[in-house]
């Protein structure tokens, strides 16, 4: 059975930096497409990075150079390093996997994706 059960939100002010996990059962991260997405209020959920079997990754403009996507394949965790943090990164953030998926391509749509955790809340003030 696959389980996603993310960790890591809270609150931080602007500049500030949180680490999410993602700990993954059920099958192995290393060979699965998964990414991380957000959910703000009022608005749809978003696609703020993907990463593929291989390694390649597709980040959201308004996130390059500020967050970093890994895979610890040790431990099947998927991790999402945010800094620089800006009030408009304030949202629910949701771990995602299309599990045994390995393709040359990123998926970063939500339909790409069979299995949610059920979502961290990391809230930026000003």
């Known amino acids: 059975q696959v389980q996603l059960v993310e960790s890591g939100g809270g609150s931080v002010q602007a500049g500030g930096s949180v680490r999410l996990s993602c700990a993954a059962s059920?099958?192995?991260?290393?060979?699965?497409?998964m990414g991380w997405f957000r959910q703000a209020p009022g608005k749809e959920r978003e696609g703020v990075v993907g990463?593929?079997?291989?390694?390649?990754?597709s980040y959201l403009d308004s996130v390059k150079g500020r967050f970093t996507i890994s895979k610890d394949n040790a431990k099947n965790t998927l991790y999402l390093q945010m800094n620089s943090l800006k009030p408009e990164d304030t949202a629910m953030y949701y771990c995602?996997?299309?599990?045994?998926?390995?393709?040359?391509?990123?998926?970063?749509?939500?339909?790409?994706?069979?299995?949610w955790g059920q979502g961290t809340q990391v809230t930026v003030s000003s």
């Open positions: 995602a996997a299309q599990p045994d998926q390995l393709v040359s391509w990123v998926p970063r749509q939500p339909n790409a994706f069979r299995n």
């Open positions: 059920g099958f192995t991260v290393s060979r699965s497409s």
């Open positions: 990463i593929n079997g291989y390694g390649s990754t």
